[in-house]
Protein backbone atom coordinates (compact mmCIF):
# COMPACT_ATOMS: atom_id res chain seq x y z
CA UNK A 1 0.00 0.00 0.00
CA UNK A 2 2.75 2.31 0.55
CA UNK A 3 4.40 1.91 -2.62
CA UNK A 4 1.39 2.77 -4.48
CA UNK A 5 0.99 6.68 -2.04
CA UNK A 6 4.93 6.40 -2.56
CA UNK A 7 4.32 6.69 -6.78
CA UNK A 8 5.70 9.61 -8.65
CA UNK A 9 4.48 9.80 -12.48
CA UNK A 10 6.76 10.64 -14.59
CA UNK A 11 6.87 13.98 -16.19
CA UNK A 12 4.66 14.27 -19.71
CA UNK A 13 7.79 15.25 -21.82
CA UNK A 14 8.94 12.06 -21.32
CA UNK A 15 5.63 10.26 -21.97
CA UNK A 16 5.78 12.53 -24.69
CA UNK A 17 9.09 11.32 -26.10
CA UNK A 18 8.28 8.30 -26.06
CA UNK A 19 5.22 8.43 -28.04
CA UNK A 20 7.58 10.89 -30.96
CA UNK A 21 9.77 8.17 -30.69
CA UNK A 22 12.28 10.69 -29.05
CA UNK A 23 11.94 13.13 -31.37
CA UNK A 24 11.10 16.84 -30.71
CA UNK A 25 7.83 17.88 -32.19
CA UNK A 26 4.74 19.44 -30.47
CA UNK A 27 1.83 17.84 -29.37
CA UNK A 28 -0.20 19.60 -32.21
CA UNK A 29 2.08 18.33 -34.78
CA UNK A 30 2.39 14.83 -33.52
CA UNK A 31 -1.82 14.64 -33.53
CA UNK A 32 -2.23 16.32 -36.94
CA UNK A 33 0.45 13.38 -37.84
CA UNK A 34 -1.30 10.70 -36.50
CA UNK A 35 -4.68 12.06 -38.05
CA UNK A 36 -3.31 12.04 -41.30
CA UNK A 37 -2.49 8.46 -41.09
CA UNK A 38 -5.60 7.10 -39.83
CA UNK A 39 -7.08 9.32 -42.65
CA UNK A 40 -5.07 7.75 -44.82
CA UNK A 41 -5.50 4.70 -43.75
CA UNK A 42 -9.51 5.10 -44.08
CA UNK A 43 -9.40 6.22 -47.43
CA UNK A 44 -7.25 3.15 -48.61
CA UNK A 45 -9.98 1.03 -46.78
CA UNK A 46 -12.57 2.96 -48.94
CA UNK A 47 -11.00 2.52 -52.28
CA UNK A 48 -10.40 -1.02 -51.71
CA UNK A 49 -14.34 -2.11 -50.46
CA UNK A 50 -15.31 0.38 -53.42
CA UNK A 51 -13.01 -1.82 -56.02
CA UNK A 52 -14.39 -4.81 -54.25
CA UNK A 53 -18.37 -3.71 -54.39
CA UNK A 54 -17.77 -2.64 -58.37
CA UNK A 55 -16.62 -6.25 -59.22
CA UNK A 56 -19.29 -7.94 -57.06
CA UNK A 57 -21.92 -5.64 -59.41
CA UNK A 58 -20.01 -6.60 -62.50
CA UNK A 59 -20.62 -10.29 -61.56
CA UNK A 60 -24.39 -9.82 -60.74
CA UNK A 61 -24.73 -7.88 -64.04
CA UNK A 62 -22.99 -10.37 -66.15
CA UNK A 63 -25.16 -13.09 -64.32
CA UNK A 64 -28.80 -11.19 -64.59
CA UNK A 65 -27.51 -11.01 -68.43
CA UNK A 66 -26.88 -14.63 -68.98
CA UNK A 67 -29.93 -15.51 -67.15
CA UNK A 68 -33.16 -13.38 -68.01
CA UNK A 69 -33.67 -11.53 -71.30
CA UNK A 70 -32.18 -8.54 -71.58
CA UNK A 71 -35.23 -6.38 -71.11
CA UNK A 72 -35.91 -8.05 -67.70
CA UNK A 73 -32.38 -7.82 -66.43
CA UNK A 74 -32.24 -4.06 -67.30
CA UNK A 75 -35.51 -3.41 -66.05
CA UNK A 76 -34.86 -5.49 -62.46
CA UNK A 77 -31.31 -3.35 -62.03
CA UNK A 78 -33.59 0.50 -62.34
CA UNK A 79 -35.70 -1.42 -59.54
CA UNK A 80 -38.89 -1.12 -62.52
CA UNK A 81 -41.86 -3.79 -62.51
CA UNK A 82 -40.94 -6.32 -65.01
CA UNK A 83 -44.65 -7.17 -66.65
CA UNK A 84 -45.09 -10.79 -68.11
CA UNK A 85 -44.88 -11.49 -71.67
CA UNK A 86 -47.25 -13.94 -73.63
CA UNK A 87 -45.96 -16.08 -76.24
CA UNK A 88 -48.59 -18.31 -78.55
CA UNK A 89 -45.91 -21.22 -78.20
CA UNK A 90 -43.35 -22.48 -76.59
CA UNK A 91 -41.62 -25.40 -75.68
CA UNK A 92 -39.90 -26.22 -72.38
CA UNK A 93 -37.74 -29.62 -72.17
CA UNK A 94 -36.98 -31.00 -68.75
CA UNK A 95 -34.35 -34.13 -67.79
CA UNK A 96 -33.40 -35.79 -65.34
CA UNK A 97 -30.39 -38.18 -64.87
CA UNK A 98 -32.67 -41.81 -63.31
CA UNK A 99 -30.89 -43.04 -60.62
CA UNK A 100 -28.44 -40.55 -60.02
CA UNK A 101 -28.48 -40.81 -56.91
CA UNK A 102 -27.88 -44.50 -56.56
CA UNK A 103 -25.21 -44.09 -59.25
CA UNK A 104 -23.24 -41.75 -57.68
CA UNK A 105 -23.27 -43.79 -54.03
CA UNK A 106 -22.14 -46.83 -55.73
CA UNK A 107 -19.36 -44.54 -57.54
CA UNK A 108 -16.11 -43.05 -56.95
CA UNK A 109 -16.46 -39.35 -57.26
CA UNK A 110 -14.37 -39.49 -60.31
CA UNK A 111 -16.42 -41.86 -62.02
CA UNK A 112 -19.55 -39.51 -61.20
CA UNK A 113 -17.15 -36.35 -62.45
CA UNK A 114 -16.30 -38.30 -65.74
CA UNK A 115 -20.11 -39.58 -65.99
CA UNK A 116 -21.25 -36.02 -66.12
CA UNK A 117 -18.66 -35.00 -68.41
CA UNK A 118 -19.17 -37.25 -70.98
CA UNK A 119 -23.07 -37.17 -70.67
CA UNK A 120 -23.39 -33.11 -70.79
CA UNK A 121 -20.88 -33.34 -73.48
CA UNK A 122 -22.90 -35.60 -75.81
CA UNK A 123 -25.58 -33.58 -74.52
CA UNK A 124 -24.27 -30.48 -75.43
CA UNK A 125 -22.90 -31.59 -79.10
CA UNK A 126 -26.79 -32.50 -80.10
CA UNK A 127 -28.12 -29.26 -78.97
CA UNK A 128 -25.40 -26.98 -80.48
CA UNK A 129 -26.81 -27.26 -83.83
CA UNK A 130 -29.98 -25.77 -82.67
CA UNK A 131 -30.99 -22.54 -81.02
CA UNK A 132 -31.12 -23.75 -77.70
CA UNK A 133 -30.92 -21.80 -74.74
CA UNK A 134 -30.20 -24.07 -71.55
CA UNK A 135 -30.67 -23.16 -68.06
CA UNK A 136 -29.40 -24.84 -65.43
CA UNK A 137 -31.02 -25.15 -61.72
CA UNK A 138 -30.67 -27.07 -58.76
CA UNK A 139 -29.88 -30.37 -58.79
CA UNK A 140 -28.35 -30.46 -62.00
CA UNK A 141 -31.15 -30.17 -63.38
CA UNK A 142 -30.86 -29.17 -67.46
CA UNK A 143 -33.62 -27.55 -69.00
CA UNK A 144 -32.62 -26.40 -72.73
CA UNK A 145 -35.51 -23.83 -74.37
CA UNK A 146 -35.59 -24.00 -77.79
CA UNK A 147 -36.08 -20.44 -79.95
CA UNK A 148 -35.16 -18.89 -76.92
CA UNK A 149 -32.70 -16.16 -78.27
CA UNK A 150 -35.10 -16.21 -81.15
CA UNK A 151 -38.21 -14.92 -79.01
CA UNK A 152 -35.59 -12.51 -76.44
CA UNK A 153 -34.38 -10.53 -79.78
CA UNK A 154 -30.74 -11.83 -78.79
CA UNK A 155 -28.67 -13.24 -81.53
CA UNK A 156 -28.25 -17.12 -81.96
CA UNK A 157 -26.12 -18.80 -79.70
CA UNK A 158 -26.14 -22.36 -79.93
CA UNK A 159 -25.48 -24.39 -76.46
CA UNK A 160 -25.93 -21.29 -74.47
CA UNK A 161 -25.88 -21.80 -70.64
CA UNK A 162 -26.68 -20.36 -67.92
CA UNK A 163 -25.91 -21.22 -64.29
Known amino acids: MMQCWAWVPLPSSLLFKSI ?3 KKTSVADSMLR ?3 KYSQNLEDLIQERTEEL ?39 YFSDIV ?6 ALSEPIEVVGLLNDLYT ?15 GPGGLSTPVPGYSQ ?8 GRSAV
Open 20 to 22: NRG
Open 34 to 36: MLE
Open 54 to 92: ELERQKMERLLSQMLPLSVAEALKKGAPVEPEYFDQVTI
Open 99 to 104: GFTIIS
Open 122 to 136: LFDAVLSGHDVYKVR
Open 151 to 158: MMGRSSSP
